[in-house]
């Protein structure tokens, strides 16, 4: 299984980026799918999360109405979309794939895990 995470970058405060998770090896459309972040010093914290068929998302209080998640099970890609972004948002993004019955915010809610991608926002 390979989760390849892309798109992470420097972008001013008030910026947008889009990230994408590529997956391979798993049957994506089966899986939800989540972001996690962890900023320097910090531990690992939950972002978003996507149901397997895209019917519902979930988001930490702190990104919510600012990032979108979505996926695209015919492309075996996962995205999130982040708007309005502070220096707060640093991080390196993790993108992860479950297959629960329930949407985990847990790590151990997913069973694979990219290799993360950086997102660095200046002020």
């Known amino acids: 299984v390979q989760l390849q995470a892309s798109g992470g970058g420097l972008v001013q405060a008030g910026g947008s980026l889009k990230l994408s998770c590529a997956a391979s090896?798993?049957?994506?459309?089966?899986?939800?799918m989540g972001w996690f972040r962890q900023a320097p010093g910090k531990e690992r914290e939950f972002v978003s999360a996507?149901?397997?068929?895209?019917?519902?998302?979930y988001y930490a209080d702190s990104v919510k109405g600012r990032f979108t998640a979505s996926r695209d099970n015919a492309k075996n890609t996962h995205y999130l979309q982040m708007n309005t972004l502070t220096p707060e948002d640093t991080a390196v993004y993790y993108c992860?794939?479950?297959?629960?019955?329930?949407?985990?915010?847990?790590?151990?809610?997913?069973?694979?895990w990219g290799q993360g991608t950086l997102v660095t926002v200046s002020s």
């Open positions: 992860a794939a479950g297959r629960r019955l329930w949407v985990g915010r847990r790590a151990d809610d997913y069973d694979y």
């Open positions: 090896g798993l049957t994506f459309s089966s899986n939800n």
């Open positions: 996507i149901k397997w068929n895209g019917g519902s998302t």
